[in-house]
């Protein structure tokens, strides 16, 4: 409770709530004591070229496969090379994670998803939230414009309805 509580205040007062973000990086604020006391965002210039790409070359038509060879053929370093058990470089999934937030039109949100239990499997997952999500307007932090934004989401929200339909009358 009082992690969520300080991470709150931190965003309240414009500070980084953890992770890492491709196109921002996070300064530490010292505190005096030897310490730091939270952590200011600004733009990463190197990496905000690879996000203004991967919006431009979406909204140009290519795929969020072609897009991810290109990275991977350029050899654009990702954001979290040493993650175990997953596929190295460049994939559609985070392609499409970028395309999706709203952090690059300055709309920083907090709280926005959440884990949660599965009552049938014990699982956990993870789930967007309906209430409580905290959102902020961050314009200094602006990486792509709303034209080109609007074309983005104009276009995932077309190739979402060609592909992902509603429940298959067959079964799974």
């Known amino acids: 409770y009082k992690t969520r509580r300080g991470l709150e205040g931190r965003m309240t007062k414009g500070l980084s709530t953890g992770g890492r973000l491709l196109g921002y990086r996070t300064i530490p604020i010292p505190d005096g004591r030897g310490g730091t006391n939270g952590a200011?965002?600004?733009?990463?210039e190197e990496e905000r070229k690879v996000v203004e790409r991967i919006f431009r070359e979406y909204a140009r038509g290519h795929s969020l496969l072609s897009i991810a060879r290109a990275l991977n053929l350029d050899e654009v370093p990702v954001l979290r090379p040493h993650r175990t058990n997953r596929k190295r470089g460049w994939v559609c999934s985070t392609v499409r994670a970028?395309?999706?937030?709203?952090?690059?039109v300055g709309r920083w949100s907090y709280m926005r998803r959440e884990w949660r239990r599965d009552p049938d499997?014990?699982?956990?997952?993870?789930?967007?939230?309906?209430e409580g999500v905290m959102v902020q307007e961050r314009p200094h932090l602006r990486i792509i414009d709303d034209q080109q934004w609007e074309a983005v989401q104009t276009r995932l929200a077309d190739v979402r309805k060609k592909y992902?339909?509603?429940?298959?009358?067959d079964g799974p």
């Open 98 to 104: 970028i395309l999706h937030n709203t952090a690059y």
């Open 40 to 44: 200011t965002i600004e733009i990463h």
């Open 164 to 169: 992902v339909g509603g429940p298959r009358a």
């Open 121 to 130: 499997t014990g699982n956990r997952r993870y789930q967007t939230r309906t």
